[in-house]
């Protein structure tokens, strides 16, 4: 059974940082392509940012993020990470991570597995 379990979430300040990590149980971990994705309630789920399967040799990245987060994995781990730099309250939201076996997938039907998200909050 595949599970993704998100961990890090929490409460923090305008202009702080967090770091987000998503634990991958019943799957080749480097044979998938690993995406985080964040919803707000009422809005449509966004993508955040992924990173190729095996070596993470691609990174995509949303607009209203560059620059600011970094996906990243560690294979030996089985864990992928979304580093969260100058947050800003418009990046309060659930935040997924999900996992690909297609190369290079960035929409939410490429993502097979779902993890059940936790909770990120910037207050100003």
């Known amino acids: 059974q595949v599970q993704l379990v998100e961990s890090g979430g929490g409460l923090v300040q305008a202009g702080g940082s967090l770091t987000l990590f998503c634990a991958a149980t019943?799957?080749?971990?480097?044979?998938?392509?690993m995406g985080w994705f964040r919803q707000i309630p009422g809005k449509e789920r966004e993508f955040v940012g992924a990173?190729?399967?095996?070596?993470?040799?691609?990174?995509d990245y949303g607009d209203s993020v560059k620059g600011r987060f970094t996906v990243s994995r560690d294979n030996a781990k089985n864990t992928a990470y979304l580093q969260m730099n100058n947050l800003k309250p418009e990046d309060t939201a659930v935040y997924y991570c999900a996992a690909a076996l297609e190369w290079g997938a960035m929409r939410e039907d490429q993502f097979k597995y779902w993890g059940q998200g936790t909770q990120v909050t910037v207050s100003s």
């Open positions: 990173i190729t399967w095996g070596t993470g040799d691609r990174l």
């Open positions: 019943g799957l080749v971990f480097r044979s998938y392509g």
